[in-house]
């Protein structure tokens, strides 16, 4: 299975803010949209990532506020991108290896949407199930020593 494949069902909503933008107004997007990150692109081009971690991580610097600060202060700058052709498989591996729950789709340097954690996990787990049936269905139909 394909990112491609998973893309057409997830939908094309994305999300993107500015590095300058205000740490507490990408909070406020987050919050609303009820998203755990945001790709924060410049002139066109992802320029990094802003996920639940980071935003935990400059509470903790702030002790407990966001205070004045900016996305571009605390977005992950190296980020892991994958392109629409990847593999399933080889998608896991490298987010359980980076401990990357959200990875950009670029098809060259154009942003296609954003791979979770979760998006990842559910696509397994349904092609799976769906292997899991037909293998069911399989047995069930097996022919007994009589029947040729």
């Known amino acids: 299975m394909k990112v491609s494949e998973i893309l057409k069902v997830k ?7 500015p590095p300058e933008l205000m740490l507490r107004e990408a909070i406020d997007v987050m919050a609303d949209k009820d998203i755990g990150s945001l790709v ?24 407990g506020s966001v205070g004045e ?26 987010m359980l290896e980076r401990h990357a729950r959200y990875v950009p789709v670029l098809d060259g340097s154009v942003l296609l949407g ?14 799976q199930s769906f292997e899991n049936k ?15």
């Not at 269905?137 to 040729?148: C, F, L, Q, T, V």
């Open 11 to 17: 939908g094309n909503i994305l999300y993107t803010v």
């Open 69 to 94: 600060d900016t996305v571009g202060q605390h977005m992950e700058e190296d980020v892991l991108s994958i392109s629409p052709d990847t593999d399933i498989n080889d998608i896991r591996r490298v």
């Open 114 to 127: 954003v791979m979770s954690f979760y998006d990842v996990a559910r696509a397994v787990f349904e092609a």
């Open 134 to 148: 037909m293998l069911k269905a399989y047995i069930r139909d097996w022919p007994s020593e009589g029947e040729e």
């Open 40 to 63: 924060v692109m410049k002139g066109g081009v992802v320029v990094g990532m802003l996920s639940f971690r980071e935003v935990m991580k400059a509470v903790h610097a702030n002790k």
